[in-house]
């Protein structure tokens, strides 16, 4: 099963390191990760997307990263309303012709055109992960030259409380 997993850590040289070791020691698989500063000042975010078998596995998993000295807040969100978006850059075969063509492609879902060349273009797109699946699979025909996508990047939506320890944490540890 996919969990999308967030971890709170001291943005520090090697952090990302042993955590993506870790998980590869442990034989998770990381389908996705994404990695960014936050409002406060020395922590960042991972988000990253694990398959895991069930239920043990996860808890397995979550106990291992709070062990992480680094790391201050560990919480599966998967089965919380969240904010989940994910970023792509396709770059697809064009010539003048058929620009307009891809032009019609990509308007439903909201991508835009961001780099035009002599033989192709390139398309932005954001969005769930389904959304930009199926954008790619429409530019495909057209021959995809390139891809690059940032992996998914989750927050939990609205009001819901978030835990203290993410609030109120040093930063001397």
């Known amino acids: 099963m996919k969990r999308i ?11 990302l390191n042993r955590v993506t070791g870790l998980l590869a020691k442990r034989q998770f698989n990381i389908e996705s990760i994404s990695v960014g500063r936050t409002e406060t000042e020395g922590v960042s975010k991972m988000t990253f997307v694990v398959d895991v078998e069930d239920n043990r ?5 979550t106990k291992q990263l709070n062990k992480q000295i680094d790391v201050l807040k560990v919480s599966d969100i998967t089965d919380n309303a969240i904010v989940a978006r994910e ?9 003048p012709q ?3 063509e891809i032009q019609g492609i990509i ?14 273009v390139t398309v932005q ?7 930009v699946d199926a954008l790619i699979e429409l530019l495909r025909p057209y021959g995809v030259k390139e891809l690059a996508r940032t992996g998914l ?11 203290a320890e993410v609030k109120s944490y040093s930063l001397l540890n």
């Open 5 to 15: 997993v967030t971890a709170i850590v001291h943005n520090r040289s090697g952090v």
């Open 57 to 61: 596995k996860l808890e397995q998993l």
């Open 87 to 95: 970023l792509a850059l396709v770059k697809v075969i064009s010539n």
């Open 98 to 100: 058929i620009r307009s």
């Open 107 to 120: 308007e439903p879902f909201r991508a835009t055109i961001i780099d035009v060349s002599k033989e192709s």
């Open 125 to 131: 797109v954001t969005g769930k992960s389904d959304k």
């Open 153 to 163: 990047t989750a927050f939990k939506r609205g009001n819901q409380p978030q835990p």
